[in-house]
C-alpha cells in the first residue's frame, strides 16, 4: 500500500523560505510510471497544482510560483521536497503532496495534506 506523508512546520514568516518534505512508503519515487506533485489549497482557489517532478527528476513549476520554488528529490529516503522562498500570506494553504499516473495522468495516492499559515 502505498502513502505519502507531508511534513513541515505549520506556520511561516512573511518573506521567510517554506520547506515542505512529502515521505513515500509503499512505491518508489523513481519509478517510470508515476510523476509526485504538490498540490494546495486555499478557501479562495481551490486546488492549485504547484508543480511536479517526473521520474528522471525534471520538474515543472507552476508559471506564476516558478520564480521562487523548487522541487527536489532524495530517493535513498523517498523524500518529495518542495521549496518556497519569500512567502506571503497568500501562500497560506493546505499543501497535499500526491502521487501522479504517466498513464492516464490521474492521481491515485495522496497525501493528508498538512497546513501552512504565513503570519508575522
Known amino acids: 500500500q502505498v502513502q505519502l506523508q507531508e511534513s513541515g512546520p505549520g506556520l511561516v514568516k512573511p518573506s521567510q523560505t517554506l520547506s515542505l518534505t512529502c515521505t513515500v512508503s509503499?512505491?518508489?519515487?523513481?519509478?517510470?510510471?508515476?510523476?509526485w506533485a504538490w498540490i494546495r489549497q486555499t478557501p479562495g482557489k481551490g486546488l492549485e497544482c504547484v508543480g511536479y517532478?517526473?521520474?528522471?527528476?525534471?520538474?515543472n513549476v507552476s508559471p506564476s510560483l516558478r520564480s521562487r520554488t523548487s522541487i527536489s528529490r532524495d530517493p535513498s529516503k523517498s523524500h518529495i521536497t518542495l521549496q518556497m522562498s519569500s512567502v506571503t500570506p497568500e501562500d497560506t494553504a493546505v499543501y497535499y503532496c500526491?502521487?501522479?499516473?504517466?498513464?492516464?495522468?490521474?492521481?491515485?495516492?495522496w497525501g493528508r495534506g498538512t497546513q501552512v499559515t504565513v503570519s508575522s
Open positions: 517532478m517526473v521520474h528522471s527528476g525534471v520538474t
Open positions: 509503499g512505491g518508489s519515487i523513481t519509478s517510470s510510471d508515476y510523476y
Open positions: 500526491a502521487r501522479g499516473r504517466e498513464s492516464d495522468y490521474s492521481y491515485d495516492y
